[in-house]
Structures are given as structure tokens and as C-alpha cells.
């Protein structure tokens, strides 16, 4: 079992930064591809980014791309998602997630394990 905790969410104006961080519970850490999802009210949870367990590959939703970065401390079990240039369509309650394996999936589906989430909210 590998527990997920995630911190850094909050209010922020259109434009601004925030810094996601997900801590991971376990001896095995690096060897865990991980990913970022997000729900906003009335919708379907949705993939936003993925990392492989060595922080050599990525993967982005095109709603993100350019303007959010995924990174990973393996020294500390520790996945950011850094966001810049956040948008109100941006406001979700973030999760991280992980999965043993290879590939990185945009499915919720393929993920085992997941974080309780943080609130990030946007406003004009």
C-alpha cells in the first residue's frame, strides 16, 4: 500500500503560479510512474500530466501544455506540479496518483494508488 498526500493548492488570480506538491509513502518510489489528475464541479475527473519513475519522460494534456510542469525528487518520494499562468478553467481539486509500470497512462483507470486532493481555485 502507498499512501499520497498532496499540499501547495489554494486561491490564486488568473495569471499567477502555484507549486503542487504530492508526498509518497513507501520504499519504492522511483520505480512508480506518476501522474497528475484534476475534477472540477459536475465533471469527470481528468488527466493532466505524467512522469516516469526515473523523471526521464513526460506526457500533457493540451489544456496544460506549455504552462504546467510535472517533476519528481526520488531522494525525497516527493512529485510537484508546477502551474503557471493558471486560468480560471484551471480551478479543480488536484490529485496525484501512481501506478507500477512502464507507460504512462492519462486513464484513472491505470493508477493504483491516489492522494485525498487539494483545492486550487482561479479567479478573474
Known amino acids: 500500500q502507498v499512501q499520497l498526500v498532496e499540499s501547495g493548492g489554494g486561491l490564486v488570480q488568473a495569471g499567477g503560479s502555484l507549486r503542487l506538491s504530492c508526498a509518497a509513502s513507501?520504499?519504492?518510489?522511483?520505480?512508480?510512474?506518476m501522474g497528475w489528475f484534476r475534477q472540477a464541479p459536475g465533471k469527470e475527473r481528468n488527466f493532466v500530466a505524467a512522469i516516469s519513475g526515473s523523471g526521464g519522460r513526460t506526457y500533457y494534456a493540451d489544456s496544460v501544455k506549455g504552462r504546467f510542469t510535472i517533476s519528481r525528487d526520488n531522494a525525497k518520494n516527493t512529485v510537484f506540479l508546477q502551474m503557471n499562468s493558471l486560468k480560471p478553467e484551471d480551478t479543480a481539486v488536484y490529485y496525484c496518483?501512481?501506478?507500477?509500470?512502464?507507460?504512462?497512462?492519462?486513464?484513472?483507470?491505470?493508477?493504483?494508488?491516489w492522494g485525498q486532493g487539494t483545492q486550487v481555485t482561479v479567479s478573474s
Open positions: 496518483a501512481a501506478r507500477q509500470g512502464t507507460l504512462l497512462f492519462v486513464g484513472t483507470r491505470r493508477y493504483d494508488y
Open positions: 513507501g520504499r519504492t518510489f522511483s520505480t512508480y510512474t
